[in-house]
């Protein structure tokens, strides 16, 4: 086996912190998802369009994001949705000159339905998207910024959904205040993966199953116990096989199977690691 080290990111949150690694190596299954379409476009969820600032200045980026609101035992998707479902998108309509981000995805959950394991959330999500307006707009008019939200909702089944998305700030010239929706943006974040250069980070690949090799810092001895690797893309690894870890001294190495879908071994694997802090 080749392990290849690599600077890692490691993001702390209140209660976790999360890996976002980046390495270098030598299908869904759709048995969960049962869809229907609905009367209701948004069926147990609802989506709105929230602003972290109350007004827009020139040229300068600010931050929204699609709310989900999820009725109690229904969940939407992450990027990767795991073993069945989708992930959630936006179809942006915005005026001449603007610019969106991708979706700054907070760190999921393991979702399990019988032997699946899917990963997403419940409850509510803020997934946050960076816009930058022309610079040559004009203070005192308003701008309206459009889309379309469409997610996958699920408990027992799934069902399609979407929504047409508005939101109207006013153009300012000075600095903008927070809105009510500020909280919620910082909570979001702290579930984004930040770098944290102070790990070293490795992987190789061996006979259907992948290593996770961390090396912590000075000092450092976290417990990994009950860690998790949440893969970035789809059918690499088996998001239902056991992820163990094992440790000498300063050195960590997690087993990750590959997953049954896969047509070859990844030439990068990308993810989050979950762990508690």
């Not at 205040?177 to 790990?199: D, G, N």
Request: net charge negative; glycine share 8%.
């Amino acid at each position: 086996m080749t392990v290849r080290q690599r600077v890692g990111r490691l993001p702390l949150a209140v209660a976790t912190w999360a890996l976002a690694a980046l390495f270098a190596l030598g299908g869904i299954s759709d048995a969960q998802a049962q869809t229907t379409e609905a009367d209701d476009p948004s069926p147990h969820s609802e989506a709105t369009l929230v602003s972290e600032q109350t007004s827009i200045t020139p040229g300068e980026p600010f931050d929204v994001a699609l709310r989900l609101e999820m009725e109690e035992g229904w969940h939407s998707y992450w990027k990767n949705p795991g073993a069945s479902g989708e992930p959630t998108s936006i179809d942006w309509a915005l005026p001449d000159g603007y610019e969106t981000g991708d979706i700054q995805w907070p760190y999921p959950h393991r979702i399990e339905f019988g032997s699946l394991i899917s990963y997403g959330y419940s409850d509510e999500v803020l997934l946050i998207a960076t816009i930058t307006p022309p610079e040559t707009l004009t203070p005192g008019t308003t701008a309206t910024l459009d889309g379309r939200a469409e997610w996958l909702i699920c408990e027992e089944i799934c069902l399609p959904a979407h929504s047409d998305i508005e939101l109207s700030l006013p153009v300012t010239e000075g600095a903008s205040e927070r809105t009510k929706w500020a909280p919620a943006f910082e909570s979001a974040r702290a579930k984004h993966p930040v770098p944290v250069e102070s790990w070293s980070v490795g992987a190789g690949q061996e006979d259907g199953t992948y290593s996770l090799i961390l090396g912590a810092p000075d000092g450092r001895r976290p417990d990994l116990e009950g860690a998790h690797f949440y893969p970035s893309e789809k059918s690499v690894v088996d998001p239902g096989a056991p992820q163990p870890v094992t440790r000498n001294e300063d050195t960590y190495a997690m087993s990750l199977q590959q997953s049954e879908y896969a047509e070859a071994p990844a030439e990068r694997l990308r993810g989050v690691l979950v762990a508690p802090e």
